[in-house]
């Protein structure tokens, strides 16, 4: 049974940085593209960042680059989001994903979903 765990969410000021990890089990990790997704209240989940089994490619959506930077270590099974100056558009939970193609690059393309950890972030 593939299992997603997040971890590293909290409440932050505007500036602050924050490293999401998202922990994956029961899924060979290093064969499978990741993602990580977004939600804020009464808003669809977005896609934020995708990144190819190796690490060698990565995308991100126009709201976070040059802030946010995916990355995974796969003798961890460990999938990594570094956010810096984060802003209080930023509050959201956060989610990690496994894709389901190649290379994600939309949220249709994504199946088993980690619970999510929330990051707050006070102007």
């Known amino acids: 049974q593939v299992q997603l765990a997040e971890s590293g969410g909290g409440l932050v000021q505007a500036g602050d940085s924050l490293r999401l990890s998202c922990v994956a089990t029961?899924?060979?990790?290093?064969?499978?593209?990741m993602g990580w997704f977004r939600r804020t209240p009464g808003e669809e989940r977005e896609l934020i960042a995708a990144i190819s089994t190796m690490g060698i490619n990565t995308e991100y959506a126009d709201s976070v680059k040059g802030r946010f930077t995916i990355s995974r270590d796969n003798a961890k099974n460990t999938l990594y989001l570094q956010m810096n100056s984060l802003k209080s558009e930023d509050t959201a939970v956060y989610y990690c994903?496994?894709?389901?193609?190649?290379?994600?690059?939309?949220?249709?393309?994504?199946?088993?979903w980690g619970q999510g950890t929330q990051v707050t972030v006070s102007s």
């Open positions: 029961g899924i060979l990790f290093r064969d499978v593209a």
């Open positions: 994903a496994v894709s389901r193609t190649q290379f994600g690059r939309n949220s249709d393309e994504y199946g088993y």
